[in-house]
């Protein structure tokens, strides 16, 4: 198996001032291509260390994805690295320069004059194209492994990899199959709960179970070749049999995506009124091009009574013209109430929240999962209220 690695490189990704969102994506990208990564690391912008990391990693790795530091700055040092851990100089690409200074006319300005830096690469280097951006990547080997150098502008990188360079792995080497991944995702259960169940339970050879836990839903994947699809799929029953009304979506489109297609389908239109939830639901539904029909954000220091909860999801019914309603109290000694109207009536819950560790943002995010979860469970037919681990049962309507 090739051993694929991702080397990040900039201060500001070491010292954790900005989220290497670039890593994720490339590892969820590569795997889903048959490239799994074998690992990666992150390097600042010390020359010293980058050039002694892409001599060290070129001694052990098939495949090196470098990504940053192409950038007309003083900090910008991977060209440079690069070409220094090579044993050759750095070589001006005129016809680069050209596409730059093309690049910038377009939109009425001058290119200054340490842009040009963008067009050098090594001597030994191929250049790869960057359709979206001024700063051209480039393809070495060094000893056994061959590298792509990449800019760190997500939406440059994204283009680069997927139009010049997961070609170019195809060109140069001979590919597994995607592995297949059976996923599920559940809220209200614990990982150890889900764990004493499905833990050693038997497998296909080289099928792995794998558990992803980010409060407030935990996350089961069935991972392994293509060629085990029949005998994955005949243990993934017994997954969603353990998961059970607590699985709120399969696959990766999310619990908000799930529900705006099933409302769609259902021809129903949601309104929304939020307090200690704060607009979440709303963000969530309306990235997701949910039917909303309105909505209301009303301070969270305006205490209600479940009763009023739900004679609140009512009345905003009428005023929206919405078959459905979510309404969500403010937060007082850790009791949330939640209510959802509907067509049939009106269900509401109080709550009380148990994880007294949990921060203020988790514990709205977890209040807006547990109202989503309530519209899913109604759409679906079932029991709108479930049980959750770490919330407390306090009151009922129905």
């Not at 195809?170 to 004493?196: I, K, M, V, W, Y």
Request: with cysteine.
């Amino acid at each position: 198996m090739l051993r694929v690695e991702m080397l990040s490189t900039g201060d500001e990704v070491l010292h954790g001032q900005i989220i290497d969102t670039n890593a994720a994506w490339l590892a969820d990208y590569l795997f889903q291509q048959g490239i799994p990564m074998s690992g990666r690391e992150t390097v600042g912008d010390s020359l010293a260390s980058l050039i002694e990391t892409l001599q060290e990693r070129s001694q052990i790795a098939d495949i090196l994805i470098v990504n940053g530091g192409l950038g007309p700055t003083s900090d910008d040092l991977s060209a440079l690295a690069a070409a220094t851990a090579s044993g050759v100089e750095l070589v001006e690409q005129a016809a680069w320069i050209a596409r730059m200074e093309a690049y910038f006319a377009e939109r009425g300005r001058p290119m200054a004059d340490s842009n040009r830096k963008q067009a050098q690469i090594p001597a030994n280097a191929e250049l790869i194209d960057n359709r979206v951006g001024t700063a051209c990547g480039f393809m070495l080997r060094l000893n056994k492994c061959l590298m792509f150098f990449t800019p760190g502008v997500p939406s440059e990188f994204k283009t680069m990899v997927t139009e010049q360079i997961v070609p170019r792995l195809r060109q140069h080497f001979t590919l597994s199959a995607p592995p297949l991944c059976l996923r599920l995702t559940t809220f209200g259960c614990s990982e150890s709960d889900l764990a004493a169940e499905l833990d050693g339970m038997p497998l296909p050879e080289g099928v792995v179970l794998g558990y992803r836990s980010s409060s407030p839903i935990i996350e089961l994947k069935l991972t392994g070749p293509e060629t085990q699809r029949a005998a994955m799929e005949a243990a993934w029953q017994r997954v969603r049999q353990v998961a059970g009304d607590n699985t709120i979506f399969e696959g990766t489109a999310g619990l908000p995506a799930t529900l705006a297609q099933q409302l769609r389908q259902q021809g129903l239109k949601l309104a929304l009124s939020e307090q200690f939830s704060a607009g979440l639901i709303n963000l969530q539904l309306q990235s997701a091009d949910a039917p909303l029909a309105g909505g209301e954000l009303l301070p969270s220091h305006c205490l209600e009574t479940l009763e009023t909860v739900i004679a609140r999801a009512q009345s905003l019914a009428q005023l929206a013209g919405a078959q459905l309603v979510l309404a969500v109290s403010a937060m007082q000694d850790e009791q949330v109430s939640i209510a959802l109207h509907t067509p049939r009536g009106s269900v509401g819950q109080t709550v009380r929240y148990r994880a007294s560790r949990h921060g203020l943002r988790l514990r709205q995010e977890s209040v807006a999962m547990l109202a989503l979860d309530m519209l899913r469970r109604w759409l679906a037919g079932g029991q709108v209220c479930g049980k959750n681990g770490w919330l407390e049962m306090v009151e009922i309507i129905e």
